[in-house]
């Protein structure tokens, strides 16, 4: 992985690692390697739930569950996070094996909006 696109990535996400093994596993494909992001995905994806389900409901005070439910059904899409994941180019960061990188999976959508929730988790983890 190269440390110039990591410390850009980083920059991009307003937030510097601590443990930087987190950050370097967020971003490795199981198809890499096997220690890699599937966890750390899982966790992301319940901390995405929670942080967007929480800024709905404080920014709409009036709004009903009815009201809340799209809202939030549109920010936790695999296809926003890969659009998240694509403005931060975590493509160009990750680490994947043979195959994967053949076959395109720098631009894969559910590729990247997994690796996205990997980091998301990673930045929980390591911001405590």
Not at 34 to 50: A, I, P, T
Not at 86 to 99: A, C, H, P, Q, T
Request: glycine letters at 8%; hydrophobic letters at 45%; aromatic letters at 6%.
């Amino acid at each position: 992985m190269n440390p110039i696109l990591i410390n850009r990535l980083q920059k991009k996400l307003g937030y510097t690692f601590q443990q930087y093994d987190l950050l370097l596993q967020a971003l490795t494909h199981r198809s890499a390697s096997s220690k890699h992001n599937e966890r750390l995905e899982f966790l992301g994806d319940r901390v995405l739930g929670l942080v967007m389900a929480e800024a709905l409901f404080t920014a709409d005070t009036a709004a009903s569950e009815g009201q809340l439910a799209p809202r939030y059904n549109a920010l936790v899409r695999g296809e926003t996070c890969a659009a998240v994941a694509r403005e931060l180019s975590l493509g160009d960061v990750l680490k994947l094996g043979r195959s994967e990188m053949l076959s395109g999976g720098r631009r894969k959508d559910a590729l990247l909006a997994d690796a996205m929730e990997a980091v998301l988790a990673a930045v929980y983890l390591d911001a405590g």
